[in-house]
C-alpha cells in the first residue's frame, strides 16, 4: 500500500489557496452560509470526552491495536476522526481508515465517521485527497450522504473545481441514489458547468490498477479456476464520457421536466446510447405537448455525439448501425420542431434556476434535520463511551476480586493444612498416595493419625475401572428404570416394543 | 509479461459477491442481487440482501451474506448464501428491480405454473395393435383408438399441469378420474400395463442368512 510507504498527503502539499480558517465567513455558490452548520459542527469538540482527547498519542494507540487484533473498533475510529483539526492529523486519518476497512467491523462504521472524515478534509482544503478516498470504497470505504455531498458538490462549484463535483455526482450514480432533490439537481448543475468548458483529462480514473513490475522472468499463477472477463457498465465504467454520460441519464430519469427530459438525451450522447436516445425522442414525439418538450441544445449535442467518428475506427456493421440512428434521430428531429416541442434555451440556465428553486424550498428542513442528527450523533458518542468505560470498570473490578479470593483461599489453604490433611492426600493420584506412604515408612514417620477418628475406615484403592457396556447399563439403571416407567405411564406397555 | 495465471476455463460469467458489494453503501443492503446461472429460467430469480459478513479480503471472494431468496418465482424465505466465491453475480439496477419484484404478488407465496403437458398419449403400435386384437375377440367396439392415460411423477421441482387433469401422483387410472368424462374414447380405468401383460412384477423378500 503507498501508505505505508511514505507521505502522500504531507509531502505533495495540494492544499487550495482558497483556503478559509474554520472560525472565517464560508461563502457558497448556491447555499446559505448557515448550511455549513458552523456552530454545531464545532460544538462537537465542546464534550469533555474530545476536550481531553490527545489526537497524537491516540493515533499511536489506535494503530497498535489494529495491528495486534487486526479489527478496529468504530467508536474509536469515529473518535479520531471527529477529532481531527490539524493538517498533520490527517495522513494518520487516510491510514486508519485503510486499517479499519480491512478490518471485519468496518460493516459497523458510523454514519457520523464518513461525514466527519469529508468536513476534516474540506476545512483544511486538501480536495484531490479528499476525492482520492471517496472514489477508492475499496481501500476506505467512505460512503456520502446528502448533506456533505451538497456541502462538497457547492464548495467545488464556487472554487470552480468542476471534475471534483462531478466526481460527487458520478458516485452517486454509482449508488444509483438521487432521492434528495437538491443533490440531483446539484449533480445535474455540476456535470453541465463541467461540459461548458470540458476537461476530460481531469477526470480520469483516480486509483487505476498498477500493473505488475516487468522483470522479464515468467511468474505462473495456479488457480483453480480462471475468472472470465466480464464489463458490468457500471462500476467497470472508466471512461469519463461515459460515466459523465451515464450521471446525466440517471440523475435526469428522476424526473420528467424539461431539464431531466434534455439532461438524459445529453447522457444518452455522450454515454453512447444510441438506442435509448432515440427511443427518447420517439416517446416525446408522440407526447402530449407539455410533456413532450425538450432544449434544442440537447437534440443537438446527441446528434452531435451519434455524428461523431470513434477512435480507434469502428466495424463496419457497427459503423452502419450507427448511420441508421443517424438518419432515425435526423428525422425525428424534423418532426419536432413544427411541433413546437424544441425549445430554445441553455440547459446551464434551466439547471441553475432549478437548484435555486429547489435550495429554497429544502435548504430549512436540511439544516434542521442536520442539527439534530449532529446534536444526536454526539450523544451517542457519549453514551457509548460511557458505557464502555462502565464495562471495563467493571471488568477490572471483577479481576480484582478473583485476584483477592484466590489470595484468601491460598491463606486459608496454609492455616488449615493439617485439618485437610485428608483431603490433600486423597487428591493424589494412587502410585503417587503408594509412594508417599513408602517414603514415610522408610522414614519411620508414618503416623496414620486419623485412627483416632471414630469414623475412619481405611478406603481401598481400587483398580481402575474400564468402560463397557453393562457396567455402564449397571450404573445407570436406575435412571433407565425411571425413564421406562415414565414412558409406561404416558404411552401404555406396547409402546415401548 | 510477467505474470500467467493458470488455471481450469470457468463457464460463468460475472464477478464475486463481495466484488460487488463492498462498491456498496452498507454492502448493498436492501438491494438485488442475481446469478447469470439463474438466468436460464423464465421465472424471476433473485437475492434480497438483508445481512453481510464480510471478510475483506483483496479479491472480494470471501464472506456471507444473508438474503431473502427468491428461485424460480417461489420464496425460498432468509437463507445464508455462501456461494459468493463463483465469479457470476451480477448486481441488478435499480431501475430493473420492478420487473424483477413486480411478478412476485406480496401475499402469494409462489407463482402459478404453466407447463402444460397431454393428460393422454396414443399407445406405441404394437401394444395398439394388441388392444385391438383382444377387444375384437372379445367383440367390443374397434372403431375408437385406444389411448393411455399418463402418469407423472411430481417433486418440489417437477409438477406440470396436466390436461383435464387435477388431481395428484396417480390419479390418471383411478376410475373416477375427469379424463373418463373430457375424453371418452380413453379406456383409462382398465387399460393399465398389468391388465395387458398380468401383474409380473410380483416383490420378492429376500432372505438373510445370519
Known sequence: MALRGGSSLLTRGTRHPVFRSWSGVRSYRFLPSSYHLEDVWQKRLTTPLMRDIRIEEFYVELRKKFEADKSGSPLDMDIFANGVVQPDSLLHLEELLAYFRKSRNTKFMRRSTSDAVVRAFMDQGYYEELMKIIDNKVIYGI??????????????????????????AIDFMLQEDFGHPLTRNLSLYSCLAFLQNPDWTALAPLNPPVPPPDTGEEVLVYVPFLKNEFFDDHFDLTD?????????????????????????????????????????????NTASADNGTVLSEAVDSFLE???QQPEPPEDEKVAAERLSWVGKAEELQRSLRPAGKLKEGKLLDLAEAEVKKVVEQSAETDISTQQSLYEKWMTQRENEVNRQMRQFELTERLKQLQAKRQQLQAEEDVLFFFERKNQWEKMLSPEARRSLLDQQVRDGSHYDYRVEDPAYHVEQIKPPTTWTKTRYWKTHQDKYDEKKKAIIERFGADSLY | MPLRIVGRQSTLSGKYLFEILRNLKDFGIGRIVTRSLLERYPEPCYYLVRDVRPI??????????????????KNLGTQVV????????KL??????????????????????????????????????????????????????????????????????????????????????PINTILPQSMAGHLLISNVFGNKRKFKKKKFNA
Open chain 1, 143 to 168: 460512503f456520502l450522504d446528502y448533506y456533505t455531498a451538497n456541502l462538497l458538490m457547492d464548495k467545488s462549484l464556487e472554487l470552480k473545481r468542476y471534475p471534483d463535483a462531478v466526481r460527487v
Open chain 1, 240 to 284: 469519463p464520457k461515459a460515466r459523465l454520460g451515464k450521471t446525466l441519464m440517471t440523475a435526469g430519469a428522476q424526473s420528467n421536466d424539461l431539464l431531466g427530459r434534455s439532461a438524459r438525451l445529453m447522457g444518452a450522447g455522450l454515454y453512447k446510447k444510441w438506442e435509448k436516445g432515440v427511443k427518447i425522442l420517439t416517446n416525446l
Open chain 2, 56 to 73: 475483506m479480503d483483496p479479491e472480494g471472494k470471501f464472506g456471507l451474506m444473508d438474503a431473502d431468496v427468491v428461485f424460480r418465482g
Open chain 2, 82 to 89: 455462501s456461494t459468493g466465491f463463483k465469479a457470476d453475480w
Open chain 1, 305 to 307: 455525439a451519434l455524428k
Open chain 2, 92 to 177: 441488478v439496477p435499480k431501475d430493473e428491480e420492478a420487473s424483477y419484484t413486480s411478478q412476485m404478488k406480496p401475499d402469494a407465496k409462489e407463482l402459478p405454473r404453466k407447463r402444460v403437458v397431454p393428460a393422454a398419449v396414443p399407445f406405441p403400435p404394437v401394444l395398439r395393435r394388441l388392444l385391438t386384437d383382444e377387444a375384437r375377440k372379445s367383440g367390443k367396439d374397434v372403431t375408437t383408438e385406444p389411448i393411455l392415460p399418463l402418469t407423472l411423477l411430481r417433486g418440489p421441482q417437477n409438477y406440470p399441469i396436466q390436461e383435464g387433469v387435477e388431481a395428484p401422483l396417480g390419479a390418471a387410472s383411478s376410475p373416477g378420474n
